[in-house]
């Protein structure tokens, strides 16, 4: 960075004459340095991961979540500075329920991306603010079936003009990444933090775009990936925690919730097994390399 | 010309005569509601031994009008509790509301599932607490003189998992016991309840498939003479396991002979 001490990175709202914002730059420094957030959009659901640092032994196990609920069926993982990332957390419960206070029915996940990414580009315009030291990754589940209406008590006509039609569907899983400056970009999987170079690699092999993966095998990605991702780090210890989102049909009922501690303990004994099995591979091709 | 913004909008004085502006005026009493414009009837609930039997009917009323055919007044919360709720239906719409947006704050904090007590996380949210918010929030609002003009009954588990029935009236009184019902059912369906459930012990000896067949009962007989009735009703049943909500049930077996014997029902031949 050239233009450091040239004044321009001093304050927010001051463009450098090269067209930069270096408040917004440093932001993401500090989200680089953060623990590893993912999130894989998957055929029937959304999965959530991420690598939460143990920074002192007398933390107790599975408390301090990193992951957090905005709404029914819709969820937030942030990578960088944690108090910036309880205020957005704030800030998207009640985006959420103001939604739902004037019609009367969830908040579609892009709506929430579009509202909040607002919001972080707003902290980048004054001088009197600094921006958002997270990146931030929102996933929801929009119902497939017409879904009721808050409170509402009746379906309307069951035959004729303004009958429900039947086999329509609507919505699906979304997932969203939004950043320092306020840009957000829909995904099929993202992945943001210290270890987002491995994990982003890890996502791209996965077939997403295609045929799409199950939210189970979703389940067992995110937590292989955020093995992977942490294997650059390994003096450090972490816990996984991870949450998931189906339709009203699947397992967590259209809600987003976090996932039961059998079926992710089972994925990260399967992350464990493969991370050994990698490492057993590439210790033959040294051996092989030796004996040539 | 007048311009002053009271005339904005307003037939000219001087072609129709003076405006009547009254309603205008801030000063003078805030009207409340009154009275109930789309109502539901009756709500009957018994305990049995695992847990509560909940019911009502399907319609809302307009005044004498069978207005609504398609309205669901029982509502389940929390995966736990069933609130079945007569009288106004735009106040059991803004009480639907309210919550489920307790529900949903309540799901910001909701326990780990790896908890150390291993097991399904205990509902915060249970009938019991939500009775009694239920029953203060009513209280609240009668004490504005701007009362929800609801008489609930909320079903489900109390804090030991033990069946839980209370109703919560408009003015916040709260009643609880084996079997309960509201409107006509309190003088139609009370009776019936009680001859299966008269006592707390004789609920607990009570099995599910009794206690429902003792609502069904009472719905039917409710269809027989309340006139603001319906014969499809929802019926739930709310358990450790959860809540069996059935929506579109109907009314079986009905017979009319009765009737014959009452004057006033049918054509009068003397």
Redesign the interface.
């Known amino acids: 960075m050239t233009s450091i001490g040239t004044g321009y990175d001093l304050s927010n709202s001051i463009f450098s004459p090269d067209g930069r914002n270096f408040q917004v730059e440093y932001a993401v420094k500090a989200v680089e340095n953060g623990g590893t957030s993912i999130g894989i959009r998957c055929k029937d659901g959304v999965v959530l991961a991420v690598e939460k640092v143990i920074a002192s032994k007398l933390w107790r196990p599975?408390?301090n979540?990193r992951i957090?609920?905005i709404?029914?069926h819709l969820g937030a993982v942030y990578s960088g500075m944690i108090p910036d990332g309880r205020h957005f957390v704030d800030r998207a419960?009640d985006e959420?329920?103001a939604w739902?206070d004037t019609w009367?029915s969830p908040i579609p996940t892009a709506d929430l991306a579009s509202r909040m990414g607002g919001y972080l580009q707003a902290y980048t315009l004054y001088s009197s603010v600094r921006p958002f030291g997270i990146t931030a990754i929102v996933a929801g589940f929009d119902p497939s079936q017409p879904s009721p209406v808050?409170?509402?008590?009746?379906?309307?006509p069951?035959v004729g003009p303004g009958g429900v039609k039947e086999g329509l569907t609507h919505g699906g899983p979304g997932l969203y990444m939004i950043e320092p400056s306020g840009l957000y970009w829909g995904y099929y999987g993202a992945a943001t933090g210290k270890g987002r170079q491995a994990a982003k690699a890890e996502l791209e092999k996965l077939d997403l775009a295609g045929e799409g993966i199950s939210l189970e095998q979703g389940v067992k990605e995110a937590a292989r990936i955020i093995y992977v991702a942490h294997d650059d780090n390994k003096d450090k210890e972490f816990e996984l925690e991870m949450s998931w989102i189906s339709d009203v049909d699947g397992p967590t009922k259209g809600?987003h919730?976090?996932?039961?501690?059998a079926v992710?303990e089972e994925a990260e004994r399967l992350a464990k097994k493969a991370l050994d099995d990698d490492d057993e591979e590439e210790g033959k091709k040294d051996d092989e390399k030796m004996e040539e | 010309m007048d311009h002053r913004p009271q005339a904005w909008g307003r037939p000219r004085d001087d072609v129709y005569g003076a405006y009547d502006a009254s309603f205008m005026n801030p000063n003078g009493p805030n009207q409340a509601t009154q009275s109930p414009i789309v109502t539901g009837t009756s709500v009957v609930a018994i305990k049995f031994s695992e847990g509560v039997v909940i019911a009502a009917d399907n319609l809302?009323s307009y005044g004498s009008l069978a207005r609504?055919t398609?309205?669901?007044?029982l509502r389940t919360f929390a995966d736990s509790t069933v609130i079945g709720f007569g009288g106004d239906?735009s106040d059991?719409?803004?009480l639907?509301?309210h919550l489920?947006?307790l529900a949903?704050d309540e799901?910001?904090s909701?326990p780990?599932?790896?908890?150390d007590a291993g097991g399904p996380p205990k509902a915060r949210l249970n009938a019991a607490n939500l009775h009694k918010y239920l029953a203060k929030l009513l209280y609240a609002r009668r004490s504005k003189f701007d009362p929800l003009w609801n008489h609930l009954l909320v079903a489900g588990l109390d804090d030991d998992d033990k069946p839980f029935l209370a109703a919560a009236d408009l003015l916040g009184t709260t009643f609880s016991a084996p079997s309960l019902a509201t409107g006509f059912g309190s003088m139609l369906a009370q009776p019936i309840m009680r001859r299966f459930a008269p006592d707390e012990e004789a609920a607990a000896r009570l099995t599910r498939e009794q206690a429902v067949d003792v609502v069904k009962q009472c719905m039917k007989v409710l269809f027989y003479r309340d006139a603001r009735s319906l014969d499809s009703y929802s019926i739930a049943v709310v358990t450790k396991d959860g809540v069996d909500l059935k929506e579109n049930e109907k009314l079986e077996n009905q017979s009319w002979a009765f009737a014959e014997r009452i004057r006033g029902y049918g054509t009068q031949t003397a």
């Open positions: 599975g408390a979540k957090a609920t709404d029914r419960r959420a329920r739902r009367k808050d409170g509402e008590v009746g379906r309307g069951s809600r919730e976090e996932v039961p501690r992710r | 809302a609504f398609d309205v669901k007044r239906v059991m719409q803004y639907d509301r489920t947006s949903i799901s910001y909701a780990s599932l790896d908890s």
